[in-house]
């Protein structure tokens, strides 16, 4: 079984401030790593993906996430967030499902409160 | 704007209806998914289809019933609901086994 633990459930920080969204997770299996944004009155959006390769991978608008395997981590950055960062934001592992696709299994979120 | 259609955006219905949500995509993905959210929680799995077969039924009650006519549509079909299965129900797709799934907008369900 795949368990997710994002260990904030609210981060509040100053617009243009660095920031950490925390996310370990844990499987006996081999994952494939996500973090989706939510915006209030939508749906789930991809922010970041590991497949496979390098350990860092960076979305398009100034975030990036490291897979750490000894760790067990995929924890999720930005340099300098802004006001519209304000969002939930979900960690999620998938496994592949015999039948096809894959399940995903979430974390219970971490609010981002940007503030000015 | 999202690649995966939701309709409709709201639906209100008493516990006696009738109703059906409906997904679409063009993408040619082969998997799709409903979850259900409640507030402020993350989604929970209900249905999986693959190639248009139902693989995985996370223990659903049978008053959601899913359908999905071709590899581009799914539907969810409601009746006799309960006034706790008012949530935000999303849809998602994805292309193959180890791709991330993408994910429409949802349908917020309220049950008087």
């Known amino acids: 079984a795949q368990s997710v633990t994002q260990l904030d459930s609210q981060v509040p920080v100053f617009e243009e401030a660095p920031v950490e969204l925390r996310c370990n997770y844990s499987?006996?299996?081999?994952?494939?790593l996500f973090w989706y944004v939510q915006y209030p009155n939508q749906g789930l959006q991809l922010l970041l993906k590991y497949l496979s390769g390098s350990t860092l991978v960076e979305s398009i608008n100034g975030f990036e996430a490291e897979f750490n395997k000894s760790q067990t981590s995929f924890h999720l950055r930005k340099p300098s967030v802004h006001i519209s960062d304000t969002a939930e934001y979900f960690c999620a592992v998938s496994v592949v499902l015999t039948g096809g696709g894959n399940k995903l299994t979430f974390g219970t979120g971490t609010q981002l409160k940007v503030e000015l | 704007d999202t690649e995966v259609t939701q309709t409709p955006k709201h639906l209100v219905m008493g516990m006696t209806n009738k109703k059906s949500l409906k997904c679409e995509q063009h993408?040619?993905?082969?998997?799709m998914y409903w979850y259900k959210q409640k507030a402020k929680k993350p989604p929970e799995l209900m249905f999986v289809y693959s190639y248009e077969k139902l693989s995985i039924n996370e223990s659903v009650p049978s008053r959601f019933s899913p359908e999905c006519p071709n590899s581009s549509l799914l539907n969810l079909h409601l009746h006799a609901l309960q006034p706790e299965d008012s949530a935000l129900y999303l849809c998602?797709?994805?292309?193959?086994?180890?791709?991330?799934?993408?994910f429409g907008d949802g349908t917020r369900l309220s049950i008087l």
């Open positions: 998602a797709s994805s292309q193959d086994r180890a791709q991330p799934q993408h």
């Open positions: 499987s006996s299996v081999s994952v494939y």
């Open positions: 993408m040619g993905h082969r998997a």
